[in-house]
Nanobody
Framework: QEQLVESGGGLVQPGGSLRLSCEVSGFTFTDYAMSWVRQAPGKGHEWISAINTDGGNVNYAASVRGRFTISRDNAKNTLYLQMNNLKPEDTGVYYC???????????????WGLGTQVTVSS
């Protein structure tokens, strides 16, 4: 069973920071690019960042570029998202996704996990 378990969300004030984690199991983590995807309240899923298998190549949506940093620790089967200078519009549920942007764009996953809630509010 493939599992992606997100954690690290919470309530922060605008300008604050959070570090999200995604623990992976059930597949060979090092064989796959990974992404972060988020869903704002009442909105669809938005791809925000991807990282290749060894972490040497990263991509970001314009909405988060310069503020968020994606990384991975292959020894720990864990994906991270460091989020700085958070804005209210960053509020939503954050999910990790097996695959990069091309995989994401080719079709949605069969299902989404629980994700982790990020709320940015003063």
């Amino acid at each position: 069973q493939e599992q992606l378990v997100e954690s690290g969300g919470g309530l922060v004030q605008p300008g604050g920071s959070l570090r999200l984690s995604c623990e992976v199991s059930g597949f060979t983590f090092t064989d796959y690019a990974m992404s972060w995807v988020r869903q704002a309240p009442g909105k669809g899923h938005e791809w925000i960042s991807a990282i290749n298998t060894d972490g040497g190549n990263v991509n970001y949506a314009a909405s988060v570029r310069g503020r968020f940093t994606i990384s991975r620790d292959n020894a720990k089967n864990t994906l991270y998202l460091q989020m700085n200078n958070l804005k209210p519009e960053d509020t939503g549920v954050y999910y990790c996704f097996k695959g990069g942007l091309a995989t994401y764009s080719s079709g949605p996953p069969h299902s989404w996990g629980l994700g982790t809630q990020v709320t940015v509010s003063s």
